[in-house]
């Protein structure tokens, strides 16, 4: 049985989905502050925070768990300058509370949610797992003490661990029936679909005079689908290989701001307003991840590869989510 931490969430809910579908019995574990309860169709749910040990102890003691999945970690890069604490504390001090009960309770294999702002600013493009990890904002950092407790915890407890250092998670599920639903929303796609909705009144691009083709940021978008599948394979790799490892996980290509507004207008045949405006600190003009590695070790082959097809999953949802402003 896998506990899936965070498995109300967006990423959490797709891959609990893809779990389930694959006959995995799992647990969701989740306080539900930024998930969404209609979002677990799948398993067994405990309204449970990491920061109660007594009461994740308890999940334990009922289920038999052999693996955890984590993914309830904050994700604002702005909120977590802004008040870093309230990072340290979840993102950090909570997964080693989960650590804690884990070897409490002799389960060793954990599949963590990282991601590529453990690397920072890029000194080359594509950034493997090899780049310098020298993350620029409180929550790259707390990321990255986890990725170090993890390799403590393998050397010091045998705890074997899979780390996956996503890129920009975007899509949903062809079913339309989970999505991404953030509150507040700060993924451009979700963002761009507000606009073409109406409920925003217009699209901001932060910076137009990038060294890029267009003058706008380039980024690797990942379908969730990709992301749900990686995780599968990465269970699969502890159960046969029993030892950890870390990958990436990047569609190995970018597109860039004027890229994927284009898509959305292309996909919902809307049109809406688009804003320049001045850029933002600290963001980098092109982040492309390679994911060979995963694709090497794990098997991994990513089936969305175009923007447009990761675009039609996410407006399939979004109408559906909003379907009283259509």
Avoid at 114 to 140: D, F, R
Avoid at 269 to 293: H, Q, T, Y
Wanted: glycine share 8%.
């Amino acid at each position: 049985m896998i506990l899936i931490v965070g498995g109300a969430g967006y990423i959490g809910s797709h891959v609990n989905k893809l779990l389930s579908e694959s006959g995995y019995e799992t647990v969701i574990l989740d306080n539900l502050s930024y998930g969404h309860e209609e979002a677990i169709k799948w398993g067994h749910f405990c309204k449970c925070d990491l920061a109660n040990i007594s009461d994740v102890n308890k999940i334990f003691e009922k289920y038999d768990i052999t693996a955890v999945m984590h993914f309830s970690s904050f994700i604002e890069v702005g909120e977590s300058v802004n008040n870093p604490q309230k990072y340290y504390y979840n993102n950090v001090v909570n997964t080693m509370n989960l650590l804690k009960v884990m070897l409490e309770h002799d389960v060793k294999k954990f599949i963590f949610s990282s991601t590529c702002a453990t690397y920072g600013i890029p000194q080359k493009i594509p950034l493997t797992e090899t780049h310098p990890q020298n993350p620029i904002n409180p929550y790259g950092r707390t990321k990255l003490m986890v990725e170090r407790i993890l390799k403590d915890y393998d050397s010091a407890y045998g705890l074997k661990s899979v780390i996956l250092r996503y890129f920009n998670a975007s899509g949903a599920d062809e079913s339309g029936i989970i999505g991404e639903n953030h509150n507040p929303e700060s993924h451009l796609i979700p963002l761009i679909l507000d606009a073409a909705i109406g409920k925003r009144e217009n699209i901001k691009i932060f910076g137009t005079d990038y060294d890029t083709p267009d003058g706008t940021c380039i980024r690797d978008y990942i379908h969730v689908n990709d992301l749900a599948s990686a995780h599968i394979q990465a269970i699969e790799y502890l159960d046969e290989q029993n030892e950890s490892n870390e990958f990436n996980l990047g569609n190995g290509k970018g597109f860039s701001v004027r890229e994927v507004i284009e898509s959305v207008k292309k996909v919902t045949a809307k049109e809406f307003n688009v804003v320049e405006a001045p850029r933002r600190e600290g963001d980098p003009s092109v982040l492309i991840g390679s994911a060979k590695k995963a694709k090497d070790i794990l098997n991994w082959d990513p089936k969305y590869t175009s923007i447009d097809d990761i675009v039609s999953t996410a407006w399939k949802w979004h109408k559906e989510l909003n379907k009283g402003l259509l």
